[in-house]
């Protein structure tokens, strides 16, 4: 059983930063993307950023040049920093791992339970 717990949420003022990190437990042999999705009250969810195993990094326009994602393949964790961060950037973000691979040769998707960020002042 593959289980992502995610940390790092917060209230912040606008233009401050946080940083997510979502580590993936389990008897897992190998994850391909990883990343994170948001979900502001009354919208829909959205694509923040997504990470390949090799590193190649995809962002949504809204966020793009302010949060970087990256990870740690040995650590099967995933991280987001969030920098410039707006009262819009608002709502529980969720990891997701996609494709991972147990050592029982078993293959699913799998999501954190999500954590709040609330940019306020």
């Known amino acids: 059983q593959v289980q992502l717990v995610e940390s790092g949420g917060g209230l912040v003022q606008p233009g401050g930063s946080l940083r997510l990190s979502c580590a993936a437990s389990?008897?897992?042999?190998?994850?391909?993307?990883m990343g994170w999705y948001r979900q502001a009250p009354g919208k829909e969810r959205e694509l923040v950023a997504a990470?390949?195993?090799?590193?190649?990094?995809n962002y949504g326009d809204s966020v793009k040049g302010r949060f970087t994602i990256s990870r740690d393949n040995a650590k099967h964790t995933v991280y987001l920093q969030m920098n410039s961060l707006k009262p819009e950037d608002t709502a529980v973000y969720y990891c997701?791992?996609?494709?991972?691979?147990?050592?029982?040769?078993?293959?699913?998707?799998?999501w954190g339970q999500g954590t709040q960020v609330t940019v306020s002042s």
């Open positions: 997701y791992a996609e494709r991972a691979i147990t050592t029982f040769g078993e293959m699913n998707d799998h």
């Open positions: 389990g008897s897992i042999f190998t994850i391909n993307d």
């Open positions: 990470i390949t195993s090799g590193g190649t990094a």
